[in-house]
């Protein structure tokens, strides 16, 4: 039989096969030489048979062939012949002639000389088979007829041997069929057994499947028709293995009971032995495969859980550092030895305009110019070779965004074998301009402490000057030269004077009396400070102030110089013939704003970064000291707010109210925005005040 | 499922049916014999043996056929060569036969009890010899038993009303000479419980002792020398003998009647010459269980004629 179909049947026919071949080994042989001895022995039995009954006859004949008593011999014969297997009996005298015979129709001739009696006595044994198709095998039997030690003839008589095979044969047969009978038995029993063992491992199998789905929950073992604690009625409610039917408590470790109390589960299987827990409670095998399967998924269904824990806890953490990789700004790429990026975060995928996906196991140069890949390729290159961090600062340029980046290469661990590279990009853009602000802030800083140095040593000498020359003046003679020179003398002093005062006011930004104050009062006070003057040189000056009162925290005095300041620079930047509109209003952030338009000759895109630095004017030697912005952006950024200077002035601010014939300059636009202290009618300050 | 149950099944046929063809291949396998052929088909008619002609001897049937060949072939065959005639025994069945053989000329040499010969007389038969008992006289006893552990039985006189058993209704020393002894004592035939006669043919004598001994009968009757013969087979020692009967003439040798007295001469001296001092003679008388054989004639048993006619036996001996 190929092996691989027994290797496929199924365990219950595997067991009936078993057993079929184990009754058939047995009953074979067993029937064999039980048929076989049986044989032998009724052969042997038939021919002690045929020879007895022979030596009979030829004993009770002795008195009947004495006396020629052939009608008795006659009824012996047919008397032996009657008995159910004996064929025939016949008498033969001393000459052979047959004296009687059961044959009732004439003698068979050869069946007379056949067979004979030895001299020597005894009974001749011979097997004669009769003529015909189905011919009989008889044993015939010739015993000598002796009286007084002479020999008066032989009895002989005929024994079928065929009919005694047949008997054999029905013995073999009722053999065989309880052996049939028994093979049948066995196979039933077999198969029962083997359903009921096959049904048990189907249980283990399928709960293997239900394991292999992920079900851990199904039980394979039987439950116990009695607990431990049942058993040996013990109470103890603290003992592990009370309440726990579901686990043999000899497999359990820090059980209670006295048999058992500081045994391991492993020297537990030796010490129960004699237990009666374990007596009544061990299974057979397959309940042990069921039970330690069952302590196999209760096991794996905990370490499950711990790795799904686990599994939890590293998910989150890497959830966690995604989002912080994510979430930062910085470009965040990690390469390979061979330039090739293993990971990159949200932003840096952002800056290529791909999707991450698309970035990963790809290279520098298929992103950037040939030129640009080639010089990144050349630091990472030099990073890997010296080991050593690398960074630098550099403007960027990517799909016409400019931008300065802080950029560091550092080599790190590679996820797997080899080393490799993490690139951070941090953009300093914002940095960089607020330093360049400190640096100019510091610098104001400096030159107002000189500033007010200088002039608080100046101020003295000039009233000294001052004083001189009017007392001069007094004395000399308004028509004479003299006079005219102290005039100019006094003039230019008091130029000098106002330069110093300015100096003054930038440095220690004065006396600041704030306080709340409408932003529309100050404006208009302001506007008609200045108004008189602007008509002169025929400017027009447009006030437009919302309804809405804008009071702001402010110095008064202060916020009208630097409105007037904005005044005298739109004068100045017009000279004659212009418009100056002045608006204020509340932005949408809830500040207050004050524009001041001019159409004037406007500031150069060189001089915009400059207008509020000290000194720097454009205005010829004399006419402007250079503070006047300077000293107004003090005065706003004191108060919270912030300046801002548009030139050229936006196009529309001045279409529709430009004066007819004025011929318009570039303009400039002087935003001013402070925060908004409280709102109110414009009275109430002054009751405030008052 | 069902194909694993239908393997399971054709697997137990597959078991059964081999078993079976083993069983009955290997039945059909007997001992190996050579047999030799025969024709039971062709017949023929038996051919009778046709009885040899000479002088026929008979030995009363008191034992087996082939005891009385066994005793009396050498003394037929010494006679025979001696009368220079054939001389065959015959064996009627019963005493009644050999009786009626002797009267129908069947047998011409009787050798009988002297109550038969008081029969074959009556038929004219007439007797020439008689034999010396082993015990080495020319006549005999009979002997009455019964069980030494049958208290009830301790004298003759205690037989009455018990149950006896006797050989035969011929035999002389086996009821005759008893039942003399009896009368003698003056018991009857009707005094007697039951008298019955041991069954036969053959071993009578026997049969009876072994009736008494197992305790069937009360009392039997034999002739002497009969417990000997059973020495060797049953405890003697369980047995009582109540009583022996007066001696009578031995068994006799009787010639037929019309026998040529010439060959009666011949015979009878042939049986005179027999001398058990002489070896050859010694083996022939001794099979025949006898010492000799001396002459007699009719006269010698009147006393057993007398105890016939004492007893009214001689209308029952006629019939």
Redesign the interface.
């Known amino acids: 039989m190929n092996p691989h179909i027994v290797s496929r ?2 365990f ?2 595997k067991i ?2 078993g057993i ?1 071949l184990i ?2 080994c047995f ?2 042989p067993v ?2 030489l039980a ?2 001895m049986a ?2 022995e009724l ?1 042997n039995e038939i021919k002690a048979k045929g020879a007895i009954l022979a030596e009979n006859l030829a004993v009770q004949v ?2 009947s062939m ?5 009608l008795r011999l006659k009824n012996m014969v047919d008397e032996i012949a009657a008995v159910d297997d004996i064929n025939y009996a016949f008498i033969q ?1 001393a ?1 052979g ?3 009687a ?1 059961s ?1 009732a ?7 007379k000389t ?1 067979n004979a009696a030895p001299e020597d006595g005894g009974t001749s044994v ?6 015909g198709a189905d ?1 009989e ?2 044993y015939d039997f010739a015993a000598p007829v002796i ?2 030690g ?1 020999r008066f003839g032989q009895a002989r008589l005929g024994l079928s ?1 065929t009919r005694h ?1 047949a008997r ?2 029905r ?3 009722a ?2 069929g309880v ?2 009978a028994a ?2 038995l066995a ?1 039933v029993a077999s ?1 029962l057994f083997a359903r009921r063992v096959s049904a048990r491992i189907n249980v283990l199998r399928e709960h293997a499947e239900e394991v292999v789905r992920g079900n851990l929950d199904l039980r394979a073992g039987s439950p116990l028709k009695k607990n431990c604690w049942e058993i040996m009625q013990c109470g103890l409610l603290s003992c592990p293995a009370h309440g726990d039917a579901e686990r043999r408590c000899w497999r359990l470790a820090g059980t209670m009971c006295p048999n058992c109390r500081d045994k391991t589960p492993r020297d537990k299987e030796e010490s129960c032995l004699n237990c009666e827990v374990y007596k009544q409670n061990k299974g057979d095998e397959i309940q042990d495969l069921a039970e330690t399967f069952d302590v196999m998924s209760a096991a794996l269904k905990a370490r499950l859980a711990e790795l799904r824990d686990a599994q939890a806890s590293i998910a989150g953490q890497e959830r966690l550092l995604r989002v912080i990789l994510d979430a930062t700004p910085d470009h965040v790429s990690l390469l390979d030895a061979d330039l090739r990026y293993l990971a990159v975060n949200r932003a840096y995928a952002g800056f290529l305009g791909l999707p991450p996906s698309e970035i990963l196991g790809r290279a520098d140069r298929e992103f950037f110019p040939p030129e640009e890949a080639r010089a990144r390729e050349e630091e990472f290159l030099g990073v890997l070779a010296s080991g050593k961090a690398f960074h630098k600062e550099a403007e960027i340029v990517r799909d016409g965004r400019r931008g300065w980046y802080h950029i560091l290469i550092a080599q790190a661990p590679g996820p797997r074998e080899g080393a490799a590279l993490l690139r951070t990009d941090r953009e300093v853009t914002e940095v960089r301009r607020y330093r360049e602000q400190l640096i100019q802030a510091q610098k104001m800083e400096s030159v107002g402490k000189l500033a007010g140095g200088v002039a608080h040593e100046i101020n003295t000498p000039l009233g000294v000057i001052l004083g001189y020359a009017q007392l001069l003046l007094d004395d000399v003679p308004e028509d004479a030269q003299m006079h005219e020179d102290l005039k100019a003398i006094e003039k230019q002093t008091l130029v000098c004077r106002d330069i110093v005062a300015d100096l003054l006011k930038f440095s220690r930004r004065g006396d600041d009396r704030r306080r709340p104050v409408s932003l529309n009062d100050t404006l208009r006070e302001a506007v008609g400070l200045a108004g008189r003057s602007f008509a002169n040189q025929r400017i027009r000056l447009e006030l437009d102030l919302p309804e809405e009162e804008m009071i702001v925290a402010a110095d008064p005095e202060r916020l009208k110089q630097v409105w007037i300041n904005f005044l005298n620079n739109a004068r100045d930047a017009i000279g004659e013939n212009g418009l100056v509109a002045v608006t204020a209003r509340k932005t949408p952030d809830g500040r207050a704003e004050a524009v001041f338009a001019d159409t004037g000759s406007g500031i150069a895109p060189e001089n915009l970064k400059m207008v509020f630095d000290p000194f720097f004017t454009t205005k010829p030697v004399g006419s402007g000291t250079g503070l006047g912005l300077a000293v107004s952006y003090g005065i706003i950024k004191d108060y919270g707010g912030e300046l801002a200077v548009t030139s050229p002035a936006p196009e529309g601010v001045f279409a529709v109210r430009t004066p007819e014939g004025a011929a318009p300059g570039p303009g400039s636009v002087f935003t001013a925005v402070l925060p908004i202290a409280a709102q109110g009618s414009k009275d109430m300050p002054r009751n405030e005040e008052g | 499922m069902l194909r ?1 149950r239908r ?2 099944t054709a ?2 046929a ?3 049916a ?3 063809v ?3 291949g ?6 190996d ?17 046709v ?1 040899k002609r000479g002088l026929t001897y008979a030995y009363l049937p008191q034992y ?3 005891v ?3 005793r009396h ?1 050498l003394l037929v065959e010494y006679l025979s060569k001696a009368v220079g005639m054939p001389m065959r ?5 019963t005493f009644d036969e050999h009786v009626k053989m002797v009267s129908r000329g069947e047998i011409d040499i009787s050798f009988s009890n002297p109550f038969v010969y008081l029969r074959l007389a009556d038929y004219g038969a007439r007797a020439f010899a008689r034999i010396i008992e082993p015990s080495g006289k020319p006549d005999f006893r009979g002997q009455i038993i019964s069980r030494k552990d049958d208290s009830s039985i301790t004298a003759l006189a205690d037989c009455r009303g018990k149950r006896w058993m006797a050989v035969d209704p011929s035999s002389a020393g086996g009821y005759l000479f008893a039942l003399g002894e009896f009368y003698d004592q003056g018991i009857r035939r009707e005094d007697f419980a039951e008298i019955g006669f041991a069954p036969g ?2 071993g009578k004598q026997e049969k009876t002792v072994l009736a008494v001994y197992s305790g069937t009968w009360d009392v039997g009757s034999i002739r002497e020398g009969t417990l000997a013969v059973l020495a060797d087979r049953i405890d003697l020692d369980r047995i009582r003998v109540l009583a022996e009967t007066r001696a009578y003439p031995s068994w006799v040798y009787a010639a037929r009647p019309g026998l040529d007295p010439d060959i009666v001469r011949k015979i009878a001296k042939a049986m005179f010459a027999l001398s058990i001092s002489r070896p050859d003679d010694a083996v022939i008388l001794q099979t025949a269980n006898i010492r000799g054989i001396i002459q007699a004639d009719d006269a010698d048993y009147d006393s057993v004629r007398e105890l016939v006619e004492k007893l009214g036996l001689s209308q029952e001996a006629a019939q």
């Not at chain 1, 129709?105 to 069946?111: A, I, K, T, Y």
């Not at chain 2, 290997?26 to 001992?31: F, S, T, V, W, Y």
């Not at chain 2, 014999?33 to 043996?49: G, I, K, T, W, Y």
């Not at chain 2, 025994?89 to 069945?93: L, M």
């Open positions: 049947l199924s219950r026919s009936n096969l079929v009754l058939l009953a074979g029937i064999w048929t076989d044989a032998r052969m002795t008195d004495l006396a020629g008593d052939l005298d000459e002639r047959v004296q015979s044959y129709g004439g003698f068979p001739v050869e069946l056949i011979r097997l004669l088979k009769t003529s011919g095998l008889i009286i007084s002479a041997r095979e054999i044969g013995l073999a047969a053999m065989a052996a049939g093979l049948c196979v198969t | 694993r393997l399971t697997l137990s597959l078991a059964l081999s078993t079976l083993l069983t009955l290997l039945a059909g396998c007997g001992p014999e050579e047999a030799v052929p025969v024709d039971l088909s062709r017949r023929e008619e038996p051919v009778p043996a009885p087996a056929h082939a009385s060949y066994r072939r025994q015959v064996f009627p069945n043919p053959g």
